[in-house]
């Protein structure tokens, strides 16, 4: 569902993310060449689904490059050869078709969405533009290692663990390659800024997810 007021999101994500977004690019840059990369090749076309400021899309080097978002001002943040769709993303996507995505990659994302069936809705349309073996990579705050914390943003509608999304996705006909619970902190949008050599060290000393990690990391396949 498409927001009734686009300058009160834009207002609310300029608060939120403005004051740490060339962190937020270096820190990206890191957790995309250090283990993102992995997940998809040079040669196929990735899309960004909520891409935000498109810190994860302008990191990733890809033969073809796509970002949607309800947010008109993230078109302003991509990159010149970055293809941007303004619209909700569990409406049949304009402009993508069929059997066309090698990877549709979701980051802190899902929860955002109104309701379950938007997120049924939006899981349909990934199905039906990613090519056959293409996958979904989807990260975001467990809400079982947040507890109340979940709900600090405003933002957040629809709780999830890697077990809700895990089932709705086997549900959707997606199978699941990797299944991490505890994978990432929970925010990058306030707090300490890290070096980023930290950031290179969480990424190699998996035993650190553990501790820290509270959000999942999901790679489903079609």
Known sequence: MMPEADTDL???????????EEYR????????????SRFF????????LGCGYGEFINAVQAKGRLAMDVNPAA??????DVQFFLQDSSEHWQGIPENSLDTVFASNFF???PDKAAVIGTLREVRRCLKPEGRLIALGPNMKRLGGRYWDFWDHHVPLTENS????LGAEGF?????????????MSYGRRYPLLFVR????????WQLFGRQFLIVARK
Do not use: M, Q
């Not at 834009?10 to 740490?20: A, G, H, M």
């Not at 199978?175 to 925010?187: A, E, K, Q, Y």
């Not at 060290?201 to 650190?208: D, T």
């Open 201 to 208: 060290l969480y990424l190699a000393l998996p035993f650190l």
């Open 165 to 168: 999304l895990s089932e709705v």
């Open 25 to 36: 690019r270096a820190v990206w840059s890191v957790l995309v060449s250090k283990f993102f």
């Open 111 to 113: 929860e955002h969405l």
């Open 175 to 187: 199978s699941i390659d990797l299944c991490i619970g505890h994978f990432l902190p929970f925010t």
């Open 75 to 80: 078109k302003n943040k991509l990159s010149a």
């Open 10 to 20: 834009e207002r609310l994500y300029r608060k939120r993310f403005d004051p740490n």
């Open 41 to 48: 090749a040079p040669g196929g076309t990735i899309l960004d």
